[in-house]
């Protein structure tokens, strides 16, 4: 099953589009091609953050859950002096370890060669894009940070004893705006969805590429989680499910940034549309879609639910804004320090 298919409900899905195998499609020819500049690195993002901590929520249950046995409250007679402070050394280390400089540059965008057979007609033309200097975080948005950013243990749909690292499923593309403007709050700073062709040039390895078809591997299972290899037996149960995993237990890519393929799919900012041919400087897609025609955010990285073609770093899919998705996660971004008003 193609992830376009999974995703959308409803409308056509990226996955309709024939399979498309042409020869004559360039190879990406990696960062030496574009640049003879050396790879910067940049500061870090905790250098320039305030963190608030009148901002930063004691974390509540869903009026929908109730008392959730899975995860734990923050009481109040421990929140000021003990729970508040370690929550303040948890965005800290978010900020520090987790948000990861990307040194801006050109790369080939869309199915190039090396993605292999059977790709798909949104996937092409294949066109010279340059995007400028970002960070971005190291891992999907778990469940434990969105409850730390939002004040509350959601509804999730999947919930595991052992661990609060799952990555965070099933929000509306509006929650997820929400959860990146009440982390602004807390930091000081302007987190944000990636753009697509951020999401791509980073999931490539940026100018650290070595032009593989997952992020970080040709071999999928090094690197990412999808139908092949992330079934379990929940207990209690007496047949094996799909379930996505623990953020960062793969091998991550050339950045160091962890389930670029698999595990969930990701939203980018962009609405879904054709690609241009044209060479582009750090685009955003279309400002909006026609009204008479399904309203869909570009989603990328493949999931838990989905064949290995749909990981590769070039593939496409699309996300309805109004419906919620337990394939979907997400991902931030931080634009360059300077660039920042």
């Given at each position: 099953?193609?992830?376009?298919?999974?995703?959308?409900?409803?409308?056509?899905?990226?996955?309709?589009?024939?399979?498309?195998d042409?020869?004559?499609?360039?190879?990406?020819?990696?960062?030496?091609?574009?640049?003879?500049?050396?790879?910067?690195?940049?500061?870090?993002?905790?250098?320039?953050?305030?963190?608030?901590?009148?901002?930063?929520?004691?974390?509540?249950?869903?009026?929908?859950?109730?008392?959730?046995?899975?995860?734990?409250?923050?009481?109040?007679?421990?929140?000021?002096?003990?729970?508040?402070?370690?929550?303040?050394?948890?965005?800290e280390?978010?900020?520090?370890?987790?948000?990861?400089?990307?040194?801006?540059?050109?790369f080939?965008?869309?199915?190039?060669?090396?993605?292999?057979?059977?790709?798909?007609i949104?996937?092409?033309?294949?066109?010279?894009v340059?995007?400028?200097?970002?960070?971005?975080?190291?891992?999907?948005?778990?469940?434990?940070?969105?409850?730390?950013?939002?004040?509350?243990?959601?509804?999730?749909?999947?919930?595991?004893?052992a661990?609060?690292?799952?990555p965070?499923?099933?929000?509306?593309?509006?929650?997820?705006?929400?959860?990146?403007?009440?982390?602004?709050?807390?930091?000081?700073?302007?987190?944000?969805?990636?753009?697509?062709?951020?999401?791509?040039?980073?999931?490539?390895?940026?100018?650290?590429?070595?032009?593989?078809?997952?992020?970080?591997?040709?071999?999928?299972?090094?690197?990412?989680?999808?139908?092949?290899?992330?079934?379990?037996?929940?207990?209690?149960?007496?047949?094996?499910?799909?379930?996505?995993?623990?953020?960062?237990?793969k091998?991550?890519?050339?950045?160091?940034?962890?389930?670029?393929?698999?595990?969930?799919?990701?939203?980018?900012?962009?609405?879904?549309?054709?690609?241009?041919?044209?060479?582009?400087?750090?685009p955003?897609?279309?400002?909006?879609?026609?009204?008479?025609?399904?309203?869909?955010?570009?989603?990328?990285?493949?999931?838990?639910?989905?064949?290995t073609?749909?990981?590769?770093?070039?593939?496409?899919?699309?996300?309805?804004?109004?419906?919620?998705?337990?394939?979907?996660?997400?991902?931030?971004?931080?634009?360059?320090?300077?660039?920042?008003?």
């Open positions: 099953m193609m992830l376009g298919a999974v995703l959308v409900m409803a409308g056509t899905s990226c996955s309709d589009n024939d399979e498309y042409n020869p004559s499609r360039p190879v990406e020819p990696g960062d030496s091609y574009f640049s003879s500049e050396p790879v910067e690195e940049g500061p870090s993002l905790f250098d320039a953050a305030t963190i608030n901590t009148s901002k930063i929520p004691r974390v509540t249950s869903n009026k929908n859950t109730g008392l959730d046995e899975y995860y734990p409250l923050d009481p109040g007679d421990t929140w000021a002096s003990v729970i508040r402070p370690e929550r303040v050394k948890f965005f280390k978010f900020l520090k370890e987790d948000m990861i400089f990307v040194n801006g540059g050109t080939l965008m869309g199915a190039t060669a090396e993605q292999g057979e059977g790709v798909h949104d996937e092409l033309p294949v066109h010279k340059t995007v400028s200097d970002f960070y971005i975080c190291r891992f999907e948005v778990t469940q434990e940070m969105y409850s730390y950013v939002m004040g509350k243990w959601e509804n999730f749909s999947w919930k595991d004893l661990t609060t690292r799952l965070m499923d099933n929000r509306l593309f509006s929650e997820m705006q929400t959860f990146c403007n009440k982390l602004n709050e807390i930091t000081g700073l302007h987190f944000t969805l990636p753009t697509e062709a951020q999401w791509e040039f980073a999931a490539r390895g940026g100018r650290k590429r070595t032009s593989t078809v997952y992020a970080g591997s040709n071999n999928f299972d090094e690197v990412g989680y999808n139908l092949s290899n992330c079934y379990r037996l929940p207990e209690g149960q007496t047949g094996m499910q799909f379930w996505p995993e623990e953020v960062g237990k091998l991550p890519n050339e950045l160091g940034l962890y389930d670029m393929s698999g595990n969930v799919a990701e939203v980018c900012l962009d609405w879904y549309d054709e690609y241009s041919g044209e060479d582009q400087v750090d955003v897609g279309p400002d909006a879609l026609p009204s008479d025609v399904p309203q869909k955010r570009i989603c990328r990285g493949g999931g838990w639910n989905t064949n073609s749909a990981c590769r770093v070039s593939a496409r899919a699309a996300f309805p804004v109004d419906k919620r998705n337990k394939l979907i996660g997400f991902r931030l971004v931080h634009p360059k320090l300077e660039n920042v008003q």
